[in-house]
């Protein structure tokens, strides 16, 4: 079993920035291919960022250019540098793990992130 522990959330002024770090308790063929997700209430889970095994990441439009997804394999950690945050940002932020981005096995507890305007 893996455990994925997120940090770094908080609440934040619109335009501010937040660092959010992904601690998977240990490396596997399925951590190697990680993303991030979010949820605010009343709405469906959605696709934040990915990264895959080789590197290839992926953002939903609503964040390009303003949120960075990064990963250091030797501390098994994955990062979101969210940079110009806007309210609708606010939601829980939920890391995940699997073989490829496609099929992810494992998933955190999440991080609650909440942008005020």
């Known amino acids: 079993q893996v455990q994925l522990v997120e940090s770094g959330g908080g609440s934040v002024q619109a335009g501010g920035s937040l660092r959010l770090s992904c601690a998977a308790s240990?490396?596997?063929?399925?951590?190697?291919?990680m993303a991030w997700f979010r949820q605010a209430p009343g709405k469906e889970r959605e696709l934040v960022s990915s990264?895959?095994?080789?590197?290839?990441?992926v953002y939903a439009d609503s964040v390009k250019g303003r949120f960075t997804i990064s990963k250091d394999n030797d501390k098994n950690t994955l990062y979101l540098q969210m940079n110009s945050l806007k309210p609708e940002d606010t939601a829980r932020y939920y890391c995940a793990a699997g073989f490829v981005t496609t099929d992810l096995s494992y998933w955190g507890q999440g991080t609650q992130v909440t942008v005020s305007s």
């Open positions: 240990k490396y596997t063929h399925y951590t190697r291919a």
């Open positions: 990264i895959s095994y080789l590197g290839t990441t």
